[in-house]
Antibody, heavy 117, light 105 residues
């Protein structure tokens, strides 16, 4: 069974940092591109960042560029998102999602990040 | 940056009817990286269509995707009650469209 399990969310003060992780199992992690997507309460999906299967291509939304860093460890089947200089507008549920143009993809259940003083 | 515009914003239909959702890109996109997602309230999104026209695992064949270049379409041939949800298109590595809410008429 394919599983993507996010962790690391929580309450953090503005200006603080948080590291999200996503543990993958049940599929060949190294064959998939990976994404972080967030959803603020009552809002639509917002793409945050993507990393290709071998980490050769990395993309960020303008809203997080310079503050967030995506990384992956194919040996450990894990995806990470280091979030620095957090703002109130970063408050959202953060999802990790896999994507392959030939194999499809899946989503995790999300982890809530709340940025508040 | 590629901008995806979905239409209509809201689509009101009855079960059994056909739904046609549009996704238009501001510039030509690779079909390989065009996907459609479904999200129901309180749930994580799920992948419906990848590579513009391939159904993801477990997705019923009433869902189909088509298109190329700048114009893509998601079609639901005969709506079932569980299909009423919000649908998003996205090119991998780029922002999502704003979504189409499919509601029961």
């Amino acid at each position: 069974e394919v599983q993507l399990v996010e962790s690391g969310g929580g309450l953090v003060k503005p200006g603080g940092s948080l590291r999200l992780s996503c543990a993958a199992s049940g599929f060949t992690f190294s064959s998939y591109n990976m994404n972080w997507v967030r959803q603020a309460p009552g809002k639509g999906l917002e793409w945050v960042s993507s990393i290709s299967s071998s980490s050769g291509y990395i993309f960020y939304a303008d809203s997080v560029k310079g503050r967030f860093t995506i990384s992956r460890d194919n040996a450990k089947n894990s995806l990470n998102l280091q979030m620095n200089s957090l703002r109130a507008e970063d408050t959202a549920v953060y999802y990790c999602a896999s994507y392959s143009s030939s194999l499809g993809g899946d989503w995790g259940q999300g982890t809530l990040v709340t940025v508040s003083s | 940056e590629i901008v995806l515009t979905q239409s209509p914003g809201t689509l009101s239909l009855s079960p059994g009817e056909r739904a046609t959702l549009s996704c238009r890109a501001s510039q030509s996109v690779s079909s390989s990286y065009l996907a459609w997602y479904q999200q129901k309230p309180g749930q994580a999104p799920r992948l419906l269509i990848y590579g513009a026209s391939s159904r993801a695992t477990g997705i019923p064949d009433r869902f189909s995707g088509s298109g190329s270049g700048t114009d893509f379409t998601l079609t639901i041939s005969r709506l079932e009650p569980e299909d009423f949800a919000v649908y998003y298109c996205q090119q991998y590595g780029s922002p999502f469209g704003q979504g189409t809410k499919l509601e029961i008429k």
